[in-house]
């Protein structure tokens, strides 16, 4: 005796999940409580397919973010990126060199630290970016001149972050 169940994941058979009696015995307790084998069985195949399809979801997140990454580390400005607290999350290489400090040094700091005063925070309140605004900063060791681009990150309506280009 035999209960099985297609594992099927948007919209494609994926696999087969299944309970089998190799023995008279199995045989027999199987068929006697068939409908509660085959509800477990239906289950089981729903949870495997939603872990596959999970799997797949993340390998092409990842595959998306390493792009992303590669993108941002190929363009001759430098980029600089903020939570909706004004936290640095990611600053490229041509970035760090031009703010003259390390990425790990930034990463995890106030841009309002970093850049005193800079208007990457109006963006996180008002949700208006702005293109090639000229701005200057004071740093311990040395002055910061750029023509500065800002872009809000919005998700659901809702102010996530911000992107500066410069």
Request: aromatic content about 6%.
């Amino acid at each position: 005796a035999e209960i099985c169940c297609p594992i099927i994941g948007q919209g494609k058979i994926l696999g087969v999940i299944g309970l089998v009696a190799v023995t008279e015995d199995q045989r027999q307790y199987l068929l006697s409580r068939k409908r509660q084998f085959l509800e477990f069985v239906i289950r089981m195949a729903q949870l495997l397919a939603s872990n596959a399809i999970e799997a797949e979801m993340l390998q092409n997140i990842t595959v998306v973010s390493n792009q992303l990454r590669t993108i941002i580390e190929s363009v001759d400005n430098g980029i600089l990126a903020v939570d909706n607290r004004g936290t640095i999350r990611h600053c490229n290489l041509i970035g760090a060199n031009l703010i003259r400090r390390n990425r790990r040094d930034l990463i995890g700091k106030r841009i309002s630290k970093i850049w005193a005063g800079s208007p990457i925070l109006e963006v996180l309140r008002g949700g208006h970016g702005y293109d090639w605004r000229e701005e200057s900063y004071q740093a311990a060791n040395h002055n910061m001149h750029f023509m500065v681009t800002v872009k809000p990150v919005v998700m659901e309506n809702n102010i996530v972050g911000a992107v500066a280009s410069f």
